[in-house]
């Protein structure tokens, strides 16, 4: 059973600056509420139970957001308003979903993933990358049900443009059905000329405690940081079997500004 998730928030942010050099990228507002919370949403909704949280001494004001208890009562003693008022009972329940773990040097997703370890009490979990929002439809849900169907791990993933394959992690493929196919490799950001496929790494992994093994004694790869795909492609050498899923929802990339302000857009459009 999949109860438990990672989110790695320590990173910098640099493609939101100058905002994200005084406020957490994934506390930015998209229709009133934090990129994060959407991110919460769909994993509560996908049965998840517990959440840590990778954060820095830098990013505090993430778990500020969800302990500002006293705050709240005060308001809420002087103001009565029901609308907070929900507002602030659905922190207050998230709040206690919620494990810290701090990574104070950006040393890139795997390390974020390997401070983790101790907390993890399955033999699989969800790891949730917060640039990337899926819309419309519950992704972990599906990857979920995947995972048991096919006891296996899964990656959730999306053909992107060839121009585009150096921006992410991409898949060698072999497809089984028109939406799932069996990852047979995976190589991080590629050069247009030696990605094995259009078809892309989003941020939403089913993984094996298998992987801390690996990740503890993983070299840094791409611009010196531990990368989650780096330990992945050696669980596949492995024959640890891990399955691509082709989401069926709408994608959102946070993660920079232009992609943020569509986010905005679409989001308040449906
Ligand atoms: C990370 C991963 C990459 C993946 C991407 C999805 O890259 O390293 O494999 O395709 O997320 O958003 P980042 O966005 O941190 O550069």
């Known amino acids: 059973m999949i109860k438990q998730a990672i989110i790695p928030l320590a990173g910098l942010g640099t493609r939101l600056l100058p905002i994200t050099s005084v406020l957490p990228k994934e506390l930015l507002p998209i229709n009133g509420k ?3 919370e959407y991110i919460l949403d769909e994993c509560v909704d996908a049965g998840i139970k517990e959440f840590i949280f990778v954060i820095s001494s830098k990013k505090m004001m993430i778990k500020k957001y969800f302990y500002n208890d006293l705050f709240f009562k005060k ?3 002087e103001k009565k308003n029901k609308d907070l008022k929900s507002k602030y009972l659905k922190i207050k329940k998230l709040k206690k979903m919620i494990k810290f773990v701090y990574q104070n040097t950006p040393r890139g997703t795997g390390d ?3 401070k983790c370890k101790k907390l993890i009490k399955s033999k699989h979990f969800l790891m949730l990358l917060p640039d990337d929002l899926i819309i419309k439809k519950n992704c972990s ?3 979920i049900r995947l995972h048991k169907k096919y006891k296996s791990s899964v990656i959730a993933s999306k053909r ?3 121009k585009d394959v150096s ?3 991409i898949f060698k493929i072999k497809k089984f059905s028109r939406n799932n196919f069996l990852i047979k490799d995976v190589v991080e950001k590629p050069t247009a000329n030696l990605a094995p496929s259009k078809y892309a790494v989003i941020g939403r992994y089913i993984l094996p405690t298998k992987i801390f093994k690996i990740l503890k004694n993983q070299k840094p790869g791409k611009n010196g940081e531990i990368h989650i795909t780096d330990a992945i492609k050696k669980l596949i050498y492995n024959k640890e079997k891990f399955i691509g899923h082709i989401f069926a929802g709408k994608y959102l990339d946070c993660g920079t500004m232009n992609g943020y302000i569509n986010s905005t857009l679409e989001i308040s459009r449906s």
């Open 141 to 143: 849900n599906s990857m």
């Open 112 to 114: 974020a993933v390997l």
């Open 75 to 77: 308001i809420l003693k």
């Open 34 to 36: 934090p990129a994060l």
């Open 167 to 169: 921006r992410w992690g």
């Open 160 to 162: 992107v443009r060839a």
